[in-house]
C-alpha cells in the first residue's frame, strides 16, 4: 500500500454488456486460429483494448478499404451495420462474421418495418455514431437523426412522427423528448429501444457511487454510453474524475484514506479497471 491508504473497490455492474463480450470473443476465437483478421470500424469504443486487440492480429478497416477488400474474412462489432456493407461484401465475396448485437439488430429490423410502412422516422442518436449510421441505414437514409431536441426547434415536421432512440441514450432523455414532442402538437408514437443492460446500470451507479469519497470513472472518449454513465456518477457523487487510462490518475486528486470507487462504461475492459485499482494503491 502507499501512504495514502487508499481504499478501492471496483463496481462489479461495470464493464463489458454481452455485446460487446460476445463480439470480442469472436473475434478472439478467431485470431487464435487464424492469426489475425478484418474489423470494420473500432471493435468497441476503448483504445486500450482495441491496441490489445491490434497486437493480437485484429486489423481495423473503414468503409473504403472495405470495398477494396476481396475474398477475406471481416468482423462486425456489436453497433452493426447498414445494407450497403452487406451488399458489399456479398460483391467481394467477403465472409462477415457478424458480432451485431442482438439488440440493435431488433432495432434495426423494428426501424426497417416503420420505414417500409411509410412512417415519419425521428432517431434520437448521436449524428456520425456507427450504431445511429447502421440505424438510418434501414430507412435508405430517410429518417432525421438528432442528439438535441433543440435541432428540431426549426425542423419542418410533419404531423405524425414515430421516435426510436439509440440503445446506448439515457432513458430519462428519451422520455423527455417523446412529451417535449407531444407537447408541441405532434402525434408521437415512441418506441423505447433502450438496451436495458444499459439503462439499468444508472440506477445500479447510483446506488454505487454514493459510498465513497470519490469516484473515478474509466472510459474511452469517444463511448456514448461513458458519456452518459459518467453523468450519472458526476449527479450522485460530484467528486468524480474521468480518465481514460491509469496514466491520467495523479496523486493531487486524492486525500489520504479517501475510499474510492472505480466504476467504467459498457466498452471499458474489467482489466483496465483493475490497472487503475493497483495503480490508486500504490499513491
Not at 470473443?25 to 468497441?44: K, P, R, S, T
Not at 442482438?102 to 426497417?112: E, F, G, N
Not at 440505424?135 to 426549426?154: H, P, R, S
Request: net charge negative; with cysteine; proline share 2%.
Amino acid at each position: 500500500m502507499g501512504e495514502y491508504n487508499l481504499q478501492v473497490s471496483i463496481d462489479q455492474d461495470s464493464g463489458f454488456c454481452f455485446g460487446v463480450v460476445y463480439a470480442i470473443d469472436m473475434a478472439e476465437e478467431i485470431l487464435e486460429e487464424q492469426g489475425y483478421l478484418y474489423c470494420l470500424g473500432d471493435i468497441v469504443h476503448n483504445d486500450e483494448e482495441v491496441e490489445r486487440l491490434k497486437a493480437k492480429g485484429l486489423r481495423i478497416i473503414d468503409h473504403e478499404e472495405l470495398k477494396g477488400l476481396h475474398n477475406e474474412k471481416v468482423l462486425i462489432r456489436a453497433h452493426g451495420e447498414a445494407p450497403d456493407t452487406y451488399r458489399t461484401a456479398l460483391e467481394n465475396n467477403i465472409m462477415l462474421i457478424d458480432a451485431s448485437c442482438p439488440v440493435v439488430l431488433k432495432l434495426q429490423h423494428r426501424i426497417k418495418t416503420s420505414h417500409d410502412a411509410k412512417e415519419n422516422i425521428l432517431i434520437f442518436g448521436k449524428h456520425g455514431h456507427a450504431e445511429v449510421i447502421g440505424l438510418q441505414g434501414q430507412t435508405n437514409g430517410d429518417a432525421l437523426v438528432f442528439q438535441d431536441i433543440a435541432e428540431l426547434d426549426n425542423a419542418e415536421l410533419p404531423q405524425q412522427i414515430t421516435l426510436y432512440s439509440q440503445t446506448t441514450k439515457s432513458t430519462d432523455k428519451f422520455y423527455a423528448i417523446k412529451n417535449e414532442l407531444i407537447n408541441r402538437g405532434y402525434e408521437v408514437k415512441a418506441n423505447d429501444t433502450i438496451c436495458r443492460q444499459v439503462s439499468n446500470r444508472d440506477k445500479d451507479l447510483h446506488n454505487f457511487v454514493v459510498n465513497f469519497n470519490k469516484i473515478v470513472f474509466v472510459s474511452g472518449k469517444k463511448s456514448s454510453n461513458g458519456k452518459v454513465l459518467f453523468e450519472v456518477c458526476k449527479k450522485y457523487n460530484p467528486n468524480t474524475y474521468f480518465i481514460s487510462s491509469a496514466s491520467e490518475l495523479t496523486a493531487d486528486m486524492f486525500m489520504p484514506g479517501d475510499t474510492i470507487g472505480i466504476a467504467g462504461a459498457t466498452s471499458t475492459p474489467m482489466w483496465l479497471m483493475l490497472d487503475v485499482k493497483a495503480a490508486l494503491e500504490v499513491f
